[in-house]
């Protein structure tokens, strides 16, 4: 069973802006700990966001992550058909010494 | 390029022992830990443990703790993931990743996995 929630799915269209979901950050997942994954079925996870708001080299500007209380959330605007896949956010938890995984989320562009 | 390949798919029957394996290249491999994630078909990711190949330090999840040995051989820069008694349960497929991390100006530090391994599936089945 996740610690964090998410939700099982998403949508939008074309061009319009989703927001991801992860609640349930309890106070011993460190504040800048949010990481996003991005797994298009059939392949590995990739990195999506680390730091809350960091993104790798290479992931465009849609994409934005934040963090408020005990929620998180992945925000993609301008969304394309390529966007499709699950995300997954996780948090480093410091009772556990490692990371703990949200459900994932399947986003489907229509 | 910084990459972790691992070993490839395996079927085993419940009761046989199984070792997979997670070779990196691209980077000092001691100077990063490596991380092994669980996939079970249809479902999402679970942190199983971590090793540090430095100094063989090794974490593992309260879930995992006690049902597989994870270590790692610096010689070889490869990272394992060790049954001693499979079950049905653990068909799955199983992920390694480079664990690293960084401490900002402000705040606690950053901790991320990138990059991860293709996966190896495992089939347990009698």
């Known amino acids: 069973q996740s610690v964090l929630t998410q939700p099982p799915s998403a949508s939008g269209t074309p061009g319009q802006r989703v927001t991801i979901s992860c609640s349930g950050v309890?106070?011993?997942?460190?504040?800048?700990?949010i990481t996003w994954y991005r797994q298009v079925p059939g392949t590995a996870p990739k990195l999506l966001m680390f730091g809350t708001n960091q993104r790798p080299s290479g992931v465009p500007d849609r994409f934005s992550g934040s963090r408020s209380g005990t929620s998180a959330s992945l925000s993609i605007s301008g969304l394309q058909s390529e966007d499709e896949a699950d995300y997954y956010c996780a948090g480093w938890d410091y009772n556990l010494s490692g990371p703990v995984f949200g459900g994932g989320t399947k986003l489907t562009v229509l | 390029e910084v990459q972790l390949v691992q070993s490839g798919a395996e079927v085993r029957k419940p009761g046989e022992s199984l070792m997979i394996s997670c070779k990196g290249s691209g980077y000092r491999f001691t100077s990063y830990w490596i991380g092994w994630v669980r996939q079970m078909p249809g479902k999402g990711l679970e942190w199983m443990g971590i090793?540090?190949?430095?100094?063989?330090?090794?974490r593992y999840s309260p879930s995992f703790e006690g049902q597989v040995t994870i270590s790692a051989d610096k010689s070889t820069s490869t990272a394992y993931l060790y049954w001693s008694s499979l079950r049905a349960s653990d068909s799955a497929i199983y992920y390694c990743?480079?664990?690293?991390?960084?401490?900002?100006?402000?705040?606690?530090?950053?901790?991320?996995?990138?990059?991860w391994g293709q996966g190896t599936l495992v089939t347990v089945s009698s």
């Open positions: 309890s106070p011993n997942i460190g504040s800048n700990t």
């Open positions: 090793t540090n190949p430095g100094d063989s330090e090794t």
């Open positions: 990743a480079r664990h690293s991390e960084t401490t900002p100006l402000y705040g606690a530090t950053y901790r991320w996995f990138d990059p």
